[in-house]
């Protein structure tokens, strides 16, 4: 008898999983790369969008990296592979140590393979929603220390708190418990400049997810900044955050994207 946790992860197609497949990863199921051959049908650029977030990440983590930021958090952080936080922070400083948090076990134990061989990296099965309980768990005192600062990601995640007080109460939490000179980096799915007919099929298979979803404005994603002080060029597409060559992915078409960032700093 297949139990209810099991038959969600047959039938649901899982947003970590998921998010591997599209970036061309191996750690997925049928209905993950199901989910994700549709998306792409319906919205032909999302492989370049997550492609585009995946370079966001790179160049936030570096540029906070070059802040003397040596700790970070990465929240629903999905299967880590090549390029992921940790590498990206230990280019710049070898002793660099990374937290990857998410609630889906199977990216957990994915990760905690992949992982095995670095002490200064650890992946942590928790709902990013709990971030109070998260930083007193032994795991992550043995390799964060909130005395000094540190930085906060949170990619392509808060659009699955479809709950505003609960999505905007995690920053607001974030925000209280990190000491000055920590950041947080964004970025959020927006259909603001996507077609209508577009709108209309994402959201409609969006339903078959395990994780329900919410597409935000860009002033709805700068809300998430309140109490930073936001980094030039503030929130942004994607594409558009620190571009560091002319032919970065979408850099002349930004909005294809169909995702806002951007960097906070607490003073």
């Known amino acids: 008898m297949v139990d209810e946790n099991q038959e969600s992860?047959?039938?649901?197609f899982?947003?970590?999983?998921?998010?591997?497949?599209i970036l061309g990863g191996h750690y997925n199921f049928e209905v993950d790369r199901a989910a994700g051959d549709k998306i792409i049908e319906v919205a032909p650029d999302a492989r370049l969008g997550a492609l585009a977030n995946r370079s966001f990440l790179r160049r936030s983590v570096r540029f906070l990296a070059?802040?003397?930021?040596?700790?970070?958090?990465d929240l629903g952080s999905g299967i880590p592979t090549v390029g992921n936080v940790h590498e990206i922070a230990q280019r710049v400083n070898?002793?660099?140590?990374?937290?990857?948090?998410?609630?889906?076990?199977?990216?957990?134990?994915?990760?905690?393979?992949?992982?095995?061989?670095?002490?200064?990296?650890?992946?942590?099965?928790?709902?990013?929603?709990?971030?109070?309980?998260?930083?007193?768990?032994?795991?992550?005192?043995?390799?964060?220390?909130?005395?000094?600062?540190?930085?906060?990601?949170?990619?392509?995640v808060l659009h699955f708190v479809p709950d505003d007080v609960q999505a905007y109460g995690l920053l607001k939490t974030i925000h209280s418990i990190l000491p000055s000179g920590s950041y947080v980096v964004i970025s959020h799915f927006s259909l603001e400049n996507a077609p209508q007919r577009t709108i209309k099929k994402l959201m409609s298979l969006g339903k078959s997810s395990s994780d329900p979803s919410k597409q935000r404005s860009q002033l709805e994603t700068e809300r998430f900044?309140?109490?930073?002080?936001?980094?030039?060029?503030?929130?942004?597409?994607?594409?558009?955050?620190?571009?560091?060559?002319?032919?970065?992915?979408?850099?002349?078409?930004?909005?294809?994207?169909?995702?806002?960032?951007?960097?906070?700093?607490?003073?």
């Open 9 to 12: 992860i047959l039938t649901k």
């Open 66 to 73: 070059q802040q003397d930021i040596h700790q970070f958090i």
């Open 14 to 21: 899982n947003p970590a999983r998921y998010w591997d497949y």
């Open 225 to 267: 900044f309140e109490g930073f002080k936001l980094i030039e060029p503030g929130v942004v597409f994607v594409p558009s955050w620190r571009p560091e060559a002319d032919d970065e992915l979408l850099v002349t078409e930004p909005e294809r994207a169909l995702s806002y960032c951007g960097v906070g700093l607490k003073e």
């Open 94 to 156: 070898p002793e660099a140590h990374t937290i990857y948090v998410d609630k889906d076990p199977v990216a957990v134990s994915h990760s905690h393979s992949l992982l095995k061989e670095d002490p200064n990296t650890f992946t942590i099965e928790e709902n990013l929603l709990n971030f109070s309980q998260l930083i007193q768990r032994k795991e992550f005192t043995d390799l964060i220390n909130l005395n000094k600062p540190v930085g906060v990601l949170l990619i392509s």
